[in-house]
């Protein structure tokens, strides 16, 4: 019989609301947002743009607060940065001056810790980054600097792990190989995930739990279950079930939109 504790989500969104005041008015970014992730999860976060998606994923940070509502994760308030969350966004961040390997240094530097070299050997191995070690960013092709940031992520052993459109900028080539090892590192690792892109197909592919948001303010508008049989090799996206649901998603999102004016 499973306990209360294991029971409690791992990740937990409360009625989140925010709004932004600048010199130029008052946004509305998130109204009343609430989702529950469990432990090692992968969940994806789907929406138009300007939804209020990144302020979701940043607010669960602990790098935006929220106006109304809490994210609790392990049952304690995320209220700032902890060494729990570690995050993947689109630029890769490289600090251009330092090599690769003290680039993946870093989050050690900062924390005034030993860096877990055995740790960032075996990531590095695994995403395919060997004997790059001492190259700067600059020699790196966009596909290999955002499989670093994915090492520097994993490199402390976050307990939850939020990817805010990692693989945006890449092209279809590369984002279908980044789909398929970050698939890969997830099963073997099982982070609890929450990923936000604005591809349906990535969406469905990755995730066990796909979230759609509304246009501004955002707002949980529908959850899907992905019920696809892992690993999903990339040829899963031509299949029925798969082109389907993102169908049912894209149509989702298309009906909540607002009409436009004429
Ligand atoms: P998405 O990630 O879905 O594209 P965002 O969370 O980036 O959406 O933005 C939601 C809304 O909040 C947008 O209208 C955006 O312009 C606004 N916004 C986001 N960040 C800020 C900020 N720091 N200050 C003011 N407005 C912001």
Same mark, same amino acid.
């Given at each position: 019989m499973s306990s209360v504790a294991s029971r409690r989500p791992k990740l937990s969104v409360q009625e989140a609301g925010k709004f932004y005041d600048t010199p130029t008015g008052r946004t509305?970014?998130?109204?009343r947002f609430s989702m529950d992730v469990f432990d090692g999860e992968f969940i994806c976060v789907v929406g138009p743009s300007g939804c209020g998606k990144s302020t979701l994923l940043w607010s669960m940070a602990g790098l935006h607060a929220l106006s109304s509502g809490k994210i609790l994760l392990d049952g304690q308030e995320v209220v700032s940065p902890s060494p729990q969350i570690a995050m993947v966004f689109q630029?890769?961040?490289?600090?251009?001056?330092?090599s690769l390997q003290k680039n993946l240094e870093l989050p050690f530097e900062i924390r005034k810790q030993a860096p877990a070299h055995d740790r960032i050997r075996g990531l590095v191995d695994r995403v395919g980054l060997?004997?790059?070690?001492?190259?700067? =960013? &600059?020699? /790196?092709s966009g596909g290999m600097q955002q499989r670093a940031s994915i090492v520097r992520a994993l490199s402390v052993d976050p307990s939850l792990l939020l990817m805010d459109?990692?693989?945006?900028?890449?092209?279809a080539f590369t984002r279908d190989e980044m789909n398929l090892l970050i698939e890969e590192i997830w099963l073997e690792t099982k982070k609890t995930v929450v990923f936000i892109t604005h591809s349906i197909p990535e969406a469905v592919f990755l995730a066990d739990r796909v979230y759609v948001m509304s246009a501004?303010?955002?707002?949980?508008s529908k959850v899907f279950d992905v019920?696809?049989?892992? =690993? &999903?090799? /990339?040829?899963?996206?031509?299949?029925a079930h798969f082109v389907e649901l993102v169908a049912e998603i894209k149509r989702s999102i298309e009906h909540k939109a607002p009409a436009r004016a004429a």
């Open positions: 509305h970014a998130l109204d630029e890769a961040n490289l600090l251009p001056w330092r060997s004997g790059f070690e001492t190259k700067f =960013p &600059r020699e /790196l459109e990692p693989f945006g900028a890449l092209d501004r303010p955002g707002r949980l019920d696809i049989p892992r =690993p &999903r090799p /990339l040829e899963v996206q031509s299949e």
